[in-house]
């Protein structure tokens, strides 16, 4: 399977996973599951309890990743076209652009939709027609 496939159950079982997760981490530790916020809390020097939990859910977004990669990827057609330099940058734009938007793509459109969210409502909306409007240019106007 190459990532760019069309997958109805991957993605439903990824979807259902992801949705289990977010609950189980408002059930258990009431805490919305957005991982930007979650990855800025371990990026503090205030060594605390909220460590642990915070550790143990990015451990396991990074290791559900690379398990569903190596069974499910074919990871020799996957490349980045642009250098060291550019990823850089762009990480500082995302992380901006989720600073900016109290929230990443994850903590608006899964846990914040979920909880009624006007304001989720909001930036998931911007975000969907933000990448529409990039497919669009890149795919179609740019000749990509």
Known sequence: MTA??????????????????AVLLMAAAGRIAGASTIFSGLLT??????MRWRGIFMLGLLL????????????S?????????????????????????NGCTSGHGICGMARLSLRS??????????????????RHGLGG
């Open 4 to 21: 760019t496939e069309f997958t109805p159950w991957a993605g439903t079982l990824g979807g259902l996973l992801i949705g289990l997760s």
């Open 45 to 50: 020097l205030n060594i605390d309890a909220q």
């Open 64 to 75: 559900g990743a690379a398990i569903s990669g190596w069974l499910f990827i074919d990871g």
């Open 77 to 101: 057609e996957i490349s980045f076209p642009s250098g060291p330099a550019m990823t850089i940058i762009s990480g500082l734009i995302v992380g901006a652009g989720v600073t900016l938007g």
């Open 121 to 138: 409502l909001a930036a998931t909306i911007v975000f969907m027609v933000v990448a529409i409007l990039t497919v669009l240019v890149t």
